[in-house]
C-alpha cells in the first residue's frame, strides 16, 4: 500500500521567506509526527498531532514554526521568514496510535523534505 | 526523561552477528525500547521493540536485561545492505521526550 508522502522533496528559498512542507499520511493512520534532522545529526522532535486532540507543540524550536492538520489527514508545517539554521532534511511519520496515550506504536516514515535556506 | 546513549559507529564484516547496545539508566516503569534503522536520504525504519527480557523478529533480537538500564539490539548474519544508522529509543505515554532520535549508532558493514 501506499507510504507516507511528503512534497516537494527538495525546496531551496532565500533568508527571509516563508516556506510550506506537506506531509500526506498513511491512509488511517489518526497520529502524526514532524521530525528535523540537521546534516549529521538525530531526528529532532518538532510536533505532533493525535485525532483531534490539541497537538503536541513542545517540539517547535520557536514561534517562526507552525503546523496544522486538516481534516485528521494531510499536515502541513509552514516556517514563516526562514534562518539559514532551518536547513535541514524535515522528516514526517505517521502511526496508528493503537493504544490511548501511548507513543509505543510504529512509527512509519517519509522520504522528507530537504529544505535549504540560502 | 530516559536519555539513551548508544556508540556513534561500528564496524564489522559480512556473516557477523553485530551487537549495538544502548544504556538508559533512567528509564521508567511505562517506558518501551525501540529501535530504528535509516539509510541515507531515507526516513528510519521500525526495527524492533521490546518492554524486557528478550523479543525476536525477522531482522533482529532484542535482550533487555532485568534492571532495563540497557539494552542489546542483535542483527544475526550481517550483510553489507545492513549498514545503516541505528537508532535506540525510549518510548512511553507520558510524554513527547523520547521521541527525540540521537545521532545513533553508525554501523559499517565491510566484504
Known amino acids: 500500500g501506499a507510504g507516507v508522502s511528503q512534497s516537494p522533496s527538495n525546496k531551496v528559498t532565500e533568508k527571509g521567506k516563508d516556506v510550506e512542507l506537506r506531509c500526506d499520511p498513511i491512509s488511517g493512520h489518526t497520529a502524526l509526527y514532524w521530525y528535523r534532522q540537521s546534516l549529521g545529526q538525530g531526528l529532532e522532535f518538532l510536533i505532533y498531532?493525535?485525532?483531534?486532540?490539541?497537538?503536541?507543540k513542545s517540539g517547535l524550536p520557536s514561534d517562526r514554526f507552525s503546523a496544522e492538520r486538516t481534516g485528521g489527514s494531510v499536515s502541513t508545517l509552514t516556517i514563516q521568514r526562514t534562518q539559514q539554521e532551518d536547513s535541514a532534511v524535515y522528516l514526517c511519520a505517521s502511526s496508528k496510535r493503537t493504544a490511548s496515550g501511548s507513543f509505543t506504536d510504529t512509527q512509519y516514515f517519509g522520504p522528507g523534505t530537504r529544505l535549504t535556506v540560502l | 526523561l530516559a536519555k539513551t546513549t548508544q556508540p556513534i559507529s561500528m564496524d564489522s564484516y559480512e556473516g557477523q552477528e553485530v551487537n549495538i547496545t544502548c544504556s538508559h539508566n533512567?528509564?521508567?516503569?511505562?517506558?518501551?525500547i525501540t529501535w530504528y534503522q535509516q539509510f541515507p536520504s531515507q526516513g528510519p525504519r521500525f526495527i524492533i521493540q521490546?518492554?524486557?527480557t528478550k523479543v525476536t523478529n525477522e531482522v533482529a533480537s532484542l535482550f533487555i536485561p532485568a534492571d532495563r538500564k540497557s539494552s542489546t539490539l542483535s542483527l544475526p548474519r550481517v550483510s553489507l545492505s545492513d549498514t545503516a544508522v541505528y537508532y535506540c529509543?525510549?518510548?512511553?505515554?507520558?510524554?513527547?521526550?523520547?521521541?527525540?532520535f540521537g545521532k545513533g549508532t553508525h554501523l559499517i558493514i565491510q566484504p
Open positions: 498531532f493525535q485525532g483531534n486532540s490539541a497537538p503536541d
Open positions: 533512567n528509564i521508567a516503569t511505562n517506558d518501551y
Open positions: 529509543l525510549v518510548v512511553s505515554g507520558g510524554g513527547a521526550d523520547g521521541l527525540t
Open positions: 521490546g518492554y524486557k
